[in-house]
């Protein structure tokens, strides 16, 4: 894969570091109004699949910023990602960082970002995993992503504590709303090389992440693909070309009020992964990345190295 695809942009936001406990009000409807009966809850298990590097489109209202460089095609040139700093959804001090990070883009270099520099994904950006698995028991959801095995567990049935430990992933709580998996985010940590997206949007300790799962008829997921397609052209892993179930949608909205003057919200649509198997990525001295070259603008950016082996 091109290493621009891993290594496009970094977020250098400069926001007042939170304490580390961080205090917050359970979201409103978090936990639920109660325990959906086992036979009711959806079946999202097994391999899912989504071949696109980028969020698909939002399902109504204000949408993701969006790459400025084009494809022929009209779609997204996902080797040269320059964020559209104009999006209404950006405040004058998240465009600026977004502009920025274009114009290094545009110079020919790229900025370090959570995948290329091995590091755990943040939400919303974890989304861009091409691959995921859902594993679902009575009193937790657990999620794991193809890039170096990440996962995030998210406990159903209950609240937000009072105070929140600010980690990678935040703390996620969760509950089924008929066919729907809601999943609630809050606490997601700030640091070096952090982003919601490709595009090095920023974010703040304020950041807040709602997904919604659900189940897709075959020509509705069908139709999704298609959509999500015209954005970002198909990269990452195949699709079952044979399978003819239902697809798997996640609908999620953001909040920051230090970054985004309104919430926004996109998709990402899934197809059953061809390969049956859960291959192994471990993001490690990847020379794909060419870190010891002139390629990051941020001189001190390489991969995590060892000084002696490990076996």
Known sequence: MNPRLHSVL????????????QTTQPS????????????????????????????GPPLSGPGPVRNKSRLPSGASNFSLVVGDFTNPILKPEAAEVVKK???????????????????????????WNFSV??????????????????????????????????SLHGDSVGHYEGDTLVIDTVGIKVGPYRMVDRFGTPYTQALHVVERYRLLDYEATKEALARAEKEWPRVGGAI????????????FTV??????????SATITYGRDANPYWDERICAENVQHDYQANYYSDKN?????ADKPDF
């Open 101 to 127: 990070f274009g114009e290094i883009s545009l110079s020919g270099l790229a900025f370090p970002d959570p995948d290329n520099m091995c590091l755990q994904n943040p939400l919303p950006y974890i989304f």
């Open 133 to 166: 698995r859902l594993l679902q028991q009575p009193d937790k959801v657990t999620i794991i992503y193809a890039h170096d095995n990440d996962f995030r567990e998210v406990r159903l049935n209950q609240p937000h504590p009072a105070t929140v430990i600010p």
């Open 255 to 264: 909040e920051d009020e230090g970054v985004f003057t309104m919430p926004w």
């Open 10 to 21: 970094v977020l250098t936001l400069a926001v007042a570091t939170p304490a580390l406990g």
């Open 28 to 55: 409103a409807g978090s936990a639920g109004t109660g325990t959906q009966s086992a036979a009711s809850i959806p079946d999202f298990s097994g391999g899912w699949m989504h071949p696109g590097l980028g969020f």
């Open 301 to 305: 950016a390489h991969l995590p190295t």
């Open 240 to 251: 079952d070309p044979n399978y003819r179930g239902n697809g798997l949608q996640l609908e």
